[in-house]
C-alpha cells in the first residue's frame, strides 16, 4: 500500500470503500459455502471419499478400472462433442439456406413487380406490424383491465371482432 499515491490511499481507507469490500467479501463467502453444501459436498466429495475409504480390497476399483473408465469418459465426450458440432453444423445450413432463399425471394419480388409496387407493399406491412406493435403495448400498458383485442390497432382502421 506504501507504493501507491497518496490520493489512492487515502480513497482505499474511505469508509464506504471499506464497508463496501467488507460486504461483497461477507457475500461472495456466503455464497461459496452454500454453493459447498448444496452441490459439492453431496455430489463430489462424499462419493469420492467413500470410493476412496471402502475397506474391503473387492469393492475398491483399482488403478486399470479407473484408467478405463477415465479414457471410456474421454472417448464419449469427444463423441458427444463430434455430433454436437454436426448437428450445429446442419442447423446453421439451414438457417443459411432460409435466410439466402429469402433475400433471393425478395430480389426476385422486387424484380417482378417494381419497386414502386414493392416499396407501396412494404409500406402496408410495416403498418401491419406497428399495429400489431401498438395493439401490444397498449394491452401492456392497460395490464388487462380492458377487455377484447379493441387496443391502439382499432384506431388504424381494423378492429379484430
Do not use: C
Not at 506504501?2 to 460486504?23: A, C, F, G, R, S
Not at 461477507?26 to 470410493?51: G, M
Not at 462433442?81 to 442447423?91: G, L, S
Not at 403498418?127 to 406493435?133: A, E, L, M, N
Amino acid at each position: 500500500m506504501d507504493m501507491l499515491p497518496e490520493n489512492l490511499q487515502t480513497l482505499l481507507t474511505h469508509p464506504t470503500v471499506t464497508y463496501i469490500t467488507t460486504k461483497t467479501q461477507d457475500q461472495v463467502t456466503t455464497h461459496l459455502s452454500n454453493l459447498r453444501e448444496t452441490y459439492i459436498q453431496p455430489y463430489i466429495i462424499t462419493p469420492l471419499s467413500t470410493l476412496l475409504t471402502s475397506s474391503t480390497t473387492s469393492a475398491m476399483p483399482d488403478l486399470v478400472q479407473l484408467l478405463i473408465l477415465a479414457i471410456i469418459l474421454f472417448i464419449s465426450l469427444k463423441v458427444l462433442d463430434y455430433a454436437r458440432r454436426v448437428i450445429m453444423f446442419w442447423v446453421m445450413l439451414a438457417f443459411r439456406l432460409v435466410f439466402w432463399g429469402s433475400l433471393l425471394g425478395m430480389g426476385l419480388y422486387v424484380y417482378r413487380v417494381g419497386v414502386e409496387n414493392a416499396g407501396r407493399d412494404l409500406g402496408w406491412l410495416w403498418g401491419v406490424v406497428q399495429g400489431f406493435v401498438e395493439d401490444f403495448q397498449a394491452r401492456a400498458t392497460n395490464n388487462g383491465s380492458e377487455s377484447g383485442w379493441n387496443g391502439a390497432g382499432a384506431k388504424k382502421g381494423y378492429s379484430r371482432w
